[in-house]
């Protein structure tokens, strides 16, 4: 048994792939986020691959995007994450089950039950993606003329998740006794009402239904932002990261990691995974040709508007099959601007080709061969950029077969990834602890 | 083929049961409200016994009662509706999975969400049971302080209503294109707002899933109250009734479908299920002494609580083990007064039994042998008390396993129950039409 430390692998399944092309793909399933039996086969190939968790992504509006960019997206329609995530508890026995829940647009009595609900389907294996969620498109779907202001958002998610927490701290853990003899189902010592009124939140509790099994399910957040930052220091078990670079995941897992231990956390109780999409190929050249290809089903439309954005300057005049053109500075971000003009030069793509990579997917991508991702991988868990990641498939089923009949195995003859789960929990697999109860000793 | 009327069976789940003695009773499951195992084979068990649904109920609150009548009882710890359905969805094929969800504490939008989803999960086989909570303790556990008036209730579960089919019908049934080659995965033109700006609510949409299979799920009510009838009449499509009495089944159905009838509604498209407590034994005497059993089971505090309730009359200071004695008039309602004595005299009950028959489940009950109970069930049905049942078991498994092993293979000799499902979704079990999308023809 080895000491060292390991890589967690969530899978991040976005209704398909992240990938607004991946429908698209040769092979590909068109219709899988209509298709629970696809999604199931997909879960249980994850499980094979003992990654730790299926990440369920949510939206609480159709995407806003325009309609010439939203009718060619698989993204309009998806399954609702805890429906979705219940049914994949019934269909895979030991895969961590993380579901995505606004706290901004849903009440705290009603996640905290359905997540320890989830919890004791599944035995143990569920997390709470805490999301505050800034899409001003939902808020008109749930009575709100405009987005609720950022920082009441995190305001309201930092109570939210005090009252989500106490109220599954209801029981304790030994309070079903279930003496038949004297008909003593429960000790009505060992429950305690919340009684929390706060500035957002007024609970009674208590909730009605037992502690979860894992105690509470586990915490996952995304916020990269100042207050999103110092919510998951303060929080969070697992921190779903986007940063394009190892420096920038760098300086990002250091400065997390560093103000958890300024609020008394240990640095090793919160996993932080990256996103990242892989493109696997036979070699580095054929995984390229296939991430070509892929790119090449974003719609030119709604690609050159990415590009535009990326750039600061109107692309549309561009020849789509030349070279990018030099661009005069502007005051946009220059990092952004640099960097896409650097990507264009570095592999020699055309103003299409720039621009339906930006469209597909322009953040973090491993694309190579078994070896050469687990290479990269190995370098950014050893060099501290991350303790794992988020994986993301290009297209599906053959990304995700590919990544774990191909990559996985390749990660376990390094030792850099577990070749059977160890426990039966979420916790178990992510590592960390099981939470006291705040009211029971 | 018969076209004949036969009955609908929904087997109606409460945490276990609706007998808070169930979880004692000898054979019986006391943790299976815990246990998703036990619940799955239950499900299964249904669908082998050609169930049209399970029904889950719910609460928004641990169950306000005393504490000494709380700690005996089974029901302070239950699964959440939607995600032990989804659950079940993943395990089983063709019976109906009736969930219930609060229109005075959710959003419509969520509520349209996870009904349309977990009718793709399951392929058409979704119900929501559309109540409005009374509970006052489930108000507290949602920021309010107290109970919203029942009127208010009402008209904002009516405009619920409009605003949850209306997201339903947010894309046409052939709005998903997905071809390929033109890169096209819907058409625009088939998708539409809802733009719902009403006295309770205001909601854009359009809703981020397909139209669920079904079209809408079914529409399932309790309401009893005049408001609750009027509600039925204009939206339900199975009325889950409680009537102790054939007569008092009978005026309620006549008086349901009239009300369906001036509203415009074929009266075939309600189908009005009574809640029935069924306990079987190979003779009458033997399924007698079984509830004679169970009702022991009921801790006598919470039982006398019951009866002095029934009676209008403080009942603490009768001798438990004696015969009911004279009960002065009140002003409390006769008939619940009369029909305590009267059904005392009958069975020659001792005020202890008699308490603990109230404490445990006072309402319908069909206690006999396959045969009598069967026949209770086929005159309610060709006298037009119901269209069919809500079944709920005495103890779990037993209770269950004797409905469907003995009970059921009855109703089928007689051609009142279905022998095999005639097609995929609850709809079809229902005899219900798949509603017609309100924006596109």
Do not use: C
Not at 13 to 35: C, E, K, L, Q
Not at 89 to 111: K, M, N
Not at 163 to 181: C, H, K, M, P, Y
């Amino acid at each position: 048994m080895t000491t060292a430390r390991q890589l967690h692998l969530g899978a991040f399944m976005r209704p398909v792939s992240i990938h607004t092309g991946a429908w698209r793909y040769p092979g590909a399933y068109p219709d899988a986020n209509f298709n629970f039996g696809h999604l199931k086969r997909f879960a249980q190939k994850l499980e094979a691959g003992k990654f730790d968790a299926f990440f369920m992504a949510d939206h609480l509006a159709v995407l806003n995007m325009p309609v010439e960019a939203l009718k060619r997206s698989h993204t309009v329609t998806s399954f609702e994450p805890f429906t979705l995530l219940s049914a994949l508890a019934g269909a895979t026995e030991r895969i961590g089950l993380v579901a995505t829940a606004s706290t901004t647009f849903d009440a705290p009595y009603h996640i905290a039950r359905r997540f320890a609900s989830l919890d004791h389907i599944s035995g143990g294996r569920a997390g709470w993606n805490i999301v505050t969620t800034s899409n001003p498109d939902a808020a008109l779907n749930f009575g709100l003329d405009a987005e609720v202001d950022h920082g009441e958002r995190y305001d309201r998610a930092r109570e939210f998740y005090d009252v989500v927490t106490g109220l599954w701290d209801s029981f304790a853990d030994d309070a079903f006794i279930r003496d038949r003899e004297s008909g003593l189902y429960f000790d009505p010592d060992k429950m305690r009402r919340l009684d929390h009124k706060g500035e957002h939140l007024s609970v009674r509790g208590p909730l009605n239904i037992a502690r979860p099994p894992q105690g509470w399910p586990v915490i996952v957040q995304a916020g990269a932002s100042e207050p999103g930052r110092q919510l998951a220091a303060e929080t969070a078990e697992v921190v779903f990261a986007a940063h394009g670079t190892l420096a920038a995941g760098q300086a990002f897992y250091a400065d997390v990691k560093g103000r958890m231990e300024q609020a008394g956390r240990n640095p090793d109780h919160l996993k932080i995974l990256p996103g990242v999409l892989t493109v696997v190929g036979d070699s580095v050249e054929e995984a390229r040709e296939k991430r070509a290809l892929l790119d090449s089903f974003v719609h030119y439309d709604s690609a050159i508007a990415s590009l535009s954005i990326a750039l600061g300057h109107d692309a549309t005049g561009f020849d789509p099959d030349g070279p990018l053109p030099e661009i005069p500075e502007t005051n946009h971000s220059k990092s952004g601007r640099e960097r896409t003009i650097a990507l264009a030069r570095r592999e020699n793509l055309t103003v299409r080709q720039l621009a339906q990579r930006l469209g597909g997917y322009g953040g973090l991508a491993f694309v190579g061969t078994p070896k050469t991702i687990a290479d990269e991988m190995e370098q950014w868990l050893t060099e501290r950029g991350s303790d794992g990641f988020n994986v993301m498939f290009p297209y599906l089923p053959e990304g995700l077969n590919d990544f774990v009949d191909k990559v996985v195995p390749e990660l376990q003859r390094r030792g850099l990834f577990r070749r059977e789960y160890q426990g039966p929990t979420l916790r178990d697999h992510l590592g960390l602890p099981r939470p006291a109860n705040r009211h029971f000793a």
